[in-house]
């Protein structure tokens, strides 16, 4: 069935693709049901108080598909899925693919703000989100929501019900009075070419667009991610990044179910109930946000916990820099996984047998053999190996288009059909990139392009630096100038001239130095897990002008 907004591949690539099996023509549910078929009786899925084998995780999948249903929601219906690292998530996701409705992935950071934008976008049906999470009382936003969407009647609280929301757990127990629910979902199930679910942009200008995805090409993207970091059926993944972001639902939950591998919900980022986690449940593997692969690499008691279990540890959603893989090499001692991945389905990773080099300072070659990766030049062209360019892909894995949007669809592709990704890259003769920048993430000082990641990559390998991020700031003299925010590691006393001697030791140039320092505990983080530019920005605006107006 298709969906309206959806950009449909064109005949020729999708038969290509399916005649090759690069799309294996199964659905998410079906790939859900693989595992539980293959594995009963195998743990599955662990949260903070319960533990599902696959048979036990498929009942309560099955039944809370077959009363969304019951409740008058129909195959192709948008779903907001806004649920926290818990149990809930993995049996909601699958339960909302098996009912052949498409899910909008949200996370629990997204404001209210972005919410009402997302929900006007994709004009859903029904939204699943908590009661209550840790201090936050969800009830309000739901009101203003629904104001807005008079066609959202469908609110399914996980935690307790309220008068005109449903109770996500007496919901699942409907579900078991249901006849006929195997026949049931049989006839909903959905074509693998149909979108299965719409991911927000993690962008960190302007508000999100959705990048729809249909069951082929993400399934795409599952195998073969799940294969770059040889995930198996012995797996126990730990999932320690937000649910609701595409890094976590990617690489650690539907990878796992792939190969019927173990999943640990964690809902927490501190380092101690990481490190515990990883103890008491034997982890093999996980996957981070560079910011978060830093605060466990940092963490001065990583000694008094038992991480020998720990062999794989993927890092994706933002630059990681060399000083960081060897941090964690070291620390944690898990091979790391340096990794780049779009909501839109280009995907890049290093392997196993590669040199430290290749994984500190690459993103390793694209996942699929079958996705083809080039840079190219302002006009459009591909640029010749080695040098930079905008990193450009299409293939069996990547998206056709943004949700709704052909607008944006304009400038994100070539004509040719080429999705250009905004990231700048070189691609060396082994075929590895190199994120070398941003197009969008630049400073222009008196005319001259600086890549805020080049400024941020000298920055952090100061031994005292935990995490920068670096933004332009209005100066009179060259149009911009550059801000550091810096998260000194714990413990350490930084100020500028520290910074300053260290950039002239590595011999940078001088228009990489800042213009102003601001030494913050946290620095703030997109919902994707990234450094929120757009707050950062905000806030130099706001401390130069009131500096100015003291003056
Ligand atoms: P999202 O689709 O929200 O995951 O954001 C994708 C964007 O994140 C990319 O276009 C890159 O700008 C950035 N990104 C992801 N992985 C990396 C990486 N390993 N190095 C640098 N940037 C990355």
Redesign the pocket.
């Known amino acids: 069935m298709a969906l309206e907004g959806f950009v449909p591949y064109s005949r020729e690539a999708a038969s290509l693709y399916m005649k090759r099996r690069w799309w294996l023509g199964i659905t998410l549910g079906d790939l859900f049901d693989k595992a539980c078929d293959l594995y009963p009786n195998k743990e599955a899925l662990v949260g903070a108080s319960k533990r599902y084998t696959f048979a036990a995780l498929r009942r309560e999948v099955d039944k809370l598909a077959g009363a969304l249903l019951a409740h008058g929601l129909k195959p192709g219906d948008r779903v907001l899925l806004q649920l926290p690292n818990w149990p809930e998530f993995v049996i909601s996701y699958f339960a909302l693919q098996k009912a052949g409705l498409v899910v909008v992935l949200l996370t629990v950071d997204h404001t209210a703000r972005e919410i009402a934008h997302l929900a006007r976008l994709t004009s859903p049906r029904g939204w699943i989100l908590p009661r209550r999470y840790r201090k936050t009382d969800c009830v309000p936003l739901i009101g203003q929501v629904r104001a807005e969407n008079p066609a959202l009647e469908t609110v399914i609280l996980a935690g307790e019900g309220l008068d005109d929301c449903l109770d996500l757990d007496a919901l699942i127990e409907e579900g078991g009075r249901l006849e006929d629910l195997g026949l049931m979902l049989e006839e909903v199930r959905p074509d693998p070419g149909d979108v299965c679910q719409i991911l927000p942009?993690?962008?960190t200008t302007g508000l999100p667009k959705g990048a729809p995805r249909t069951h082929n090409d993400y399934i795409c993207n599952v195998e073969y991610k799940s294969k770059a970091w040889d995930m198996n059926v012995t797996d126990v993944c730990l999932v320690a990044t937000t649910v609701g972001h595409?890094?976590a639902l990617l690489v650690c939950v539907t990878a796992a179910v792939f190969h019927g591998a173990k999943i640990v919900m964690l809902d927490s980022t501190y380092p101690e109930d990481f490190c515990r986690t990883v103890q008491e449940e034997e982890v093999t593997c996980t996957g981070l946000v560079p910011t978060l692969a830093s605060r466990i690499a940092n963490f001065e008691k990583l000694g008094d916990f038992d991480l020998e279990s720990l062999q794989k540890v993927y890092v994706?959603?933002?630059?990681?820099f060399p000083e960081l893989v060897q941090k964690v090499e070291s620390n944690l001692g898990g091979l790391y996984f340096?990794?780049?991945?779009?909501?839109?389905g280009p995907c890049c990773q290093t392997r196993p047998l590669d040199p430290f080099e290749v994984r500190a300072q690459t993103?390793g070659r694209p996942i699929c053999p079958y996705d083809e990766f080039r840079t190219l030049d302002l006009q459009g062209r591909p640029t010749p190996r080695g040098t930079e360019g905008e990193l450009a892909a299409k293939g069996p894995g990547v998206f056709t288009g943004y949700f709704r949007n052909p607008q944006a669809n304009l400038s994100a592709f070539t004509p040719d059909g080429w999705f250009r990704?905004?990231?700048l890259a070189v691609i060396d003769e082994d075929g590895n990139i190199r994120?070398t920048g941003?197009i969008k993430d630049i400073i222009i000082r008196g005319g001259e392009n600086i890549a805020a990641?080049e400024v941020e990559e000298l920055i952090s390998s100061h031994p005292g630096v935990e995490y920068v991020a670096v933004v332009g700031m209005p100066d009179p003299d060259f149009g911009e100038a550059i801000c550091a925010f810096i998260k000194p590691v714990s413990g350490a006393r930084l100020c500028e001239a520290d910074i300053i001697e260290h950039l002239r030791q590595t011999g940078a140039s001088k228009i990489f130095q800042p213009k102003r320092f601001e030494f913050i505990n946290e620095i703030p983080l997109t919902a994707?897990g990234?450094a929120d530019k757009k707050v950062l920005r905000q806030a130099v605006m706001e401390r130069t002008r009131d500096a100015e107006q003291k003056q």
């Open positions: 942009s993690g962008g595409n890094l994706g959603a933002a630059k990681s340096h990794a780049f991945g779009m909501v839109e993103i990704t905004g990231d994120i941003r990641e994707a990234k």
